[in-house]
């Protein structure tokens, strides 16, 4: 699995507090943007929608992993009009076995979300993936902190997380909040 493409695109809607998105992660085409035209990038804040064709690089497991674990370094970058370049991850992914007490558990994990504007710290908390469980797996998240034009961001929210045969599509909602800087 080292350096596997995942084949579906991962999505990430991040939307501001009582707005509605649906996903479109299927089809990335339809999501996609070109990149801002000048060199103005603005930063991510209020209703946005990001589209991700995910890596996943496999990793050795960190100690305390359950046996038999399979893990994966996830991440992903896009342009996207007027954001200009975004990279999510990388995202540690510990995959237990099916049918062990881990499979499924509760679990805790971090990635970032970064622009050249800055990074987004993200913790999420949600079930273990199981390795070759296909389904729908809710998780929440919540922003723990930021740097540059994302110093002092907030934000928490839901991730629903599609697992595939070959991949996995992502739809974040809520909102993270940045201040003026």
Not at 85 to 100: C, H, S
Not at 126 to 146: D, I, K, N, W
Request: aromatic share 4%; charged share 15%; proline share 7%.
């Amino acid at each position: 699995m080292n350096g596997r493409r995942f084949g579906a695109a991962a999505a990430l809607a991040l939307v501001a507090a009582g707005c509605a998105a649906t996903s479109s992660a299927r089809h990335p085409a339809t999501t996609r943007s070109s990149p801002p035209s000048s060199s103005t990038t603005v930063k991510l804040s209020g209703p946005i929608r990001l589209a991700f064709d995910d890596t996943a690089t496999s990793t050795t497991c960190p100690p305390g992993s359950p046996a038999r674990a399979e893990c994966f370094e996830l991440s992903g970058v896009t342009d996207i009009s007027p954001y200009g370049k975004v990279t999510l991850g990388p995202t540690l992914d510990v995959e237990a076995p099916q049918g062990t007490p881990a499979c499924g558990a509760p679990a805790h994990y971090t990635t970032t979300l970064s622009t050249s504007l800055g990074r987004i710290d993200i913790a999420e908390n949600g079930p273990r993936l199981c390795l070759g469980v296909e389904g729908t797996v809710q998780r929440t998240f919540t922003v723990t902190s930021g740097t540059g034009a994302y110093a002092g961001a907030s934000g928490t929210g839901t991730i629903s997380m599609d697992i595939l045969s070959v991949g996995a599509t992502e739809t974040w909602k809520r909102d993270i909040a940045t201040h003026a800087s």
